[in-house]
């Protein structure tokens, strides 16, 4: 595959697998929107992409001279015994010869007999399917052949080079780094929608572009990253990149039971539908990791981190919470065990902060260790604090 962004031009192109065949030819003269071959590919095309929820590609004549001229080259080269399917494509898959002011260009290529063949398996290739189904396509240029001798004579010889363009009106994303985190998300019908806004500096050298459903960030140390929803208001309350969280580090991902998570230069932020999005880092969050963070015992976080007695911290969780000091360290709470710690003032009372999780003591007994003595448990005897002298 290659790919190039410049000129706000991505140029990503796929190579046809040896399935396809290829043949001599003369040159054909360029396709036209009345051509009925062409008319038919672009037809099934496009009724793949209004199966997706797409709209429909736009039939450009610049783009389908530059499609016609490559096909007319294949035609010849393919003829040859030395032709290699590594050259398939143009140094540039023809990026630099279409009309200027696309932000997004691709070029998929095959040899087959009638219009669905071609489509059909376009769409049963996943590079091939990417470029015809891709919400950043808005124009489409198609080119064929068919020879009339040689090995492969009878076979339609096909390019079709896609392109994006920019509706009018609209603000053009013009940073390579967020252009192409803008192209991963499918352009403007994928989940960010149209800009709103042109570029802007951001913190520490940075840049950033807003969008309809979100914002993209980029920075030298991180790259260049969405954030959206309840995650970026979370991010937000920090201060954003400028905050403590830092710029982020990776896109929101799946989470455990619906959730979603995303990581920063200094934390991460964990959301889910039942207890929205909270902040976790440090010695807390390592803890909480310990115990399969979302997905284990602890679920997600309820709170984000609260300051505690003597330079201490706390966070809530679905499932108990995880206590931390300087002297002690990150400990788990939870259960009737701090139910017992609670009733003596939690970390501000006598019992002070835990200085372990709970553990078994003796076979059926649970016990916490704390700074000023330990509270045991069993099905027996119930809870029972037992403070240092």
């Given at each position: ?28 003269s ?8 062409a008319?038919?590919v672009?037809?099934l ?26 096909s ?24 630099n010869?279409i ?46 052949t068919?020879?009339k001798s ?15 363009y920019?509706g009018?009106?609209?603000?053009p994303?013009r ?6 985190a803008?192209?991963?998300q ?65 896109n ?21 539908a ?19 963070s ?40 939870w ?5 017992a ?26 016990a ?22």
């Open positions: 595959m290659y790919t190039r962004i410049g000129r706000r031009v991505s140029a990503a192109v796929t190579v046809a697998a040896l399935c396809f065949f290829s043949s001599p030819a003369g040159a054909a360029a396709s036209t929107s009345e051509d009925p071959y008319k038919e672009l037809d095309m496009n009724a793949q992409r209004a199966t997706a929820g797409l709209p429909a590609l736009r039939w450009n004549q610049s783009i389908s001279n530059i499609s016609q001229d490559w007319n080259h294949l035609a010849t080269a393919t003829n040859s015994p030395t032709f290699s399917f590594a050259t398939i494509h143009r140094p540039d898959a023809g990026g010869e009309p200027a002011g696309s932000d997004w260009y691709r070029e998929i290529i095959g040899f087959n007999f009638a219009p669905a063949d071609i489509v059909d398996w376009w769409a049963g290739s996943p590079a091939h399917r990417d470029a015809m189904l891709s919400g950043c396509a808005t124009d489409v240029g198609i080119g064929y068919v020879p040689g090995p492969y004579a009878g076979y339609h010889l096909v390019v079709s080079n896609l392109a994006g920019p009018a009106g609209t603000i994303v940073n390579g780094a967020l252009l192409s803008w192209v991963a499918g352009c403007a019908a994928g989940r960010l929608g149209q800009p709103t806004a042109p570029e802007a500096p951001a913190a520490n050298g940075g840049v950033y572009q807003s969008f309809e459903h979100g914002m993209i960030y980029w920075s030298a140390a991180t790259g260049a990253h969405t954030v959206w929803g309840g995650i970026s208001a979370k991010w937000g309350t920090q201060g954003s990149e400028a905050g403590r969280m830092g710029y982020p580090t990776s929101e991902i799946p989470a455990a039971n619906g959730g979603a998570s995303q990581s920063f230069q200094y934390g991460m932020i964990y959301w889910s039942a207890t929205g999005a909270h902040t976790v880092w440090g010695g807390i969050s390592a803890k909480w990791g310990t115990q399969g979302e997905a284990g015992r602890m679920g997600y976080p309820t709170s984000d981190e609260k300051p505690a007695a003597n330079g201490g911290a706390y966070q809530s969780f679905q499932y108990g919470t995880i206590y931390w000091s300087p002297t002690t360290g990150a400990h788990i709470s259960g009737g065990i701090r139910t710690w609670a009733a003596q003032g939690l970390e501000r009372g006598p019992l002070g902060y835990p200085m372990s999780d709970e553990y078994v003591l003796t076979p059926g007994m649970i916490q260790d704390y700074q000023g003595g330990r509270i045991t448990w069993s099905a027996a005897t119930g809870t029972k604090v037992s403070l240092r002298n």
